[in-house]
T-cell receptor, first 116, second 111 residues
Framework: GAVVSQHPSRVICKSGTSVKIECRSL??????MFWYRQFPKQSLMLMAT?????????EQGVEKDKFLINHASLTLSTLTVTSAHPEDSSFYIC????????????FGDGTRLSIL | SQQGEEDPQALSIQEGENATMNCSYK?????LQWYRQNSGRGLVHLIL?????REKHSGRLRVTLDTSKKSSSLLITASRAADTASYFC???????????FGTGTRLKVLA
């Protein structure tokens, strides 16, 4: 089955640090990947849609300068949390789906980001 | 705002019992999907039901879809302790590729 690899799985760093999270589709090409944020015991909130070779589409309220997304190839999208602060601490999850309609999304295992 | 609302928010049952969780959504859809999330992990796709389907089975899972009521249900039969997880429905509103997730149901199956 389709596999999405996300790393790192856990990051603990000081306030002001920038953190990069990678999302890779291992055995299929993903023209579109999605980045979500999840708070404890809550649902996934879509942050942005990452499109290969073009700019990401951000959801309302998500700062594009804060959360930089790059989708340079059909198998890799990155999310960089710039100058992270404690309020950015959260669980970040990426997903990707194959081409065509009615395709399920395949998720990475998530990244637990803790900003001290 | 979130597309989906699920109920119950939390459900605790004994092993062997059936678990039913419901999802409601707001706009027209092409399909509806159910996912499972174990604590601290990513989501695992369980089942996809298209908008022209009314019921679908996969192993111990049974999903129904009522597009007139904009609702779906997930039934897990003969539950096991390993079924303990959060369950989410997700829908891509027609004309979009974005998936909007419901609020989720936290299921606990007691051995």
């Amino acid at each position: 089955g389709a596999v999405v690899s996300q790393h790192p799985s856990r990051v603990i760093c000081k306030s002001g640090t920038s953190v990069k999270i990678e999302c890779r589709s291992l055995d299929f090409q993903a023209t579109t990947m999605f980045w979500y944020r999840q708070f404890p015991k809550q649902s996934l909130m879509l942050m942005a849609t990452s499109n290969e070779g073009s700019k990401a589409t951000y959801e309302q309220g998500v700062e594009k300068d804060k959360f930089l997304i790059n989708h340079a190839s059909l198998t890799l999208s990155t999310l960089t949390v710039t100058s992270a602060h404690p309020e950015d601490s959260s669980f970040y999850i990426c997903s990707a789906s194959g081409t065509g309609s009615n395709q399920p999304q395949h998720f990475g295992d998530g990244t637990r980001l803790s900003i001290l | 705002s979130q597309q989906g609302e699920e109920d119950p928010q939390a459900l605790s049952i004994q092993e062997g019992e059936n678990a039913t969780m419901n999802c409601s959504y707001k706009t027209s859809i092409n399909n509806l999907q159910w996912y499972r999330q174990n604590s601290g992990r990513g989501l695992v796709h369980l089942i996809l039901i298209r908008s022209n389907e009314r019921e679908k089975h996969s192993g111990r899972l049974r999903v129904t879809l009522d597009t007139s009521k904009k609702s779906s249900s997930l039934l897990i039969t003969a539950s096991r302790a390993a079924d303990t997880a959060s369950y989410f429905c997700a829908t891509p509103p027609s004309g979009t590729y974005k998936y909007i997730f419901g609020t989720g149901t936290r299921l606990k199956v007691l051995a």
